[in-house]
């Protein structure tokens, strides 16, 4: 299973992620976010939403470490992370792939 959004490509089996063809490596819940913002493409999600999907509604822990992580998402995945190409942050809601 691949899901590819322009030069972005997912292997969900493999778990890997490339950009314009070369691989990068990602940590298991930086795959996890990205896997969900590209399923979810061009939605805007709260990172409410995304924290409860990908660490669990049960889970207690600082809704920043989705900021974090999205940082570092930007920074593996954006030739410019400052003015990013991908993922782009809904003011006053959260994050959303741009497809």
């Known amino acids: 299973d691949t899901l590819s959004i322009k030069e972005v490509e997912?292997?969900?089996?493999?778990?890997?992620?490339?950009?314009?063809?070369?691989?990068?490596?990602?940590s298991v819940k930086e795959f996890?976010?990205?896997?969900?913002?590209?399923?979810?493409?061009?939605?805007?999600?709260?990172?409410?939403k995304i924290f409860d999907e990908i660490w669990g509604y049960n889970?207690?822990?600082?809704?920043?470490t989705v900021t974090v992580h999205m940082r570092k998402i930007r920074e593996k995945i954006e030739s410019d992370p400052s003015n990013p190409e991908y993922i782009?942050?809904?003011?006053?809601?959260?994050?959303?792939?741009?497809?």
């Open 10 to 26: 997912l292997d969900v089996k493999a778990r890997t992620v490339s950009v314009k063809g070369t691989q990068i490596p990602f």
């Open 32 to 48: 996890e976010i990205l896997h969900y913002l590209m399923l979810n493409k061009n939605q805007a999600l709260s990172r409410e």
């Open 59 to 64: 889970e207690f822990g600082d809704i920043n």
């Open 88 to 99: 782009e942050t809904v003011w006053g809601i959260g994050y959303k792939f741009k497809g």
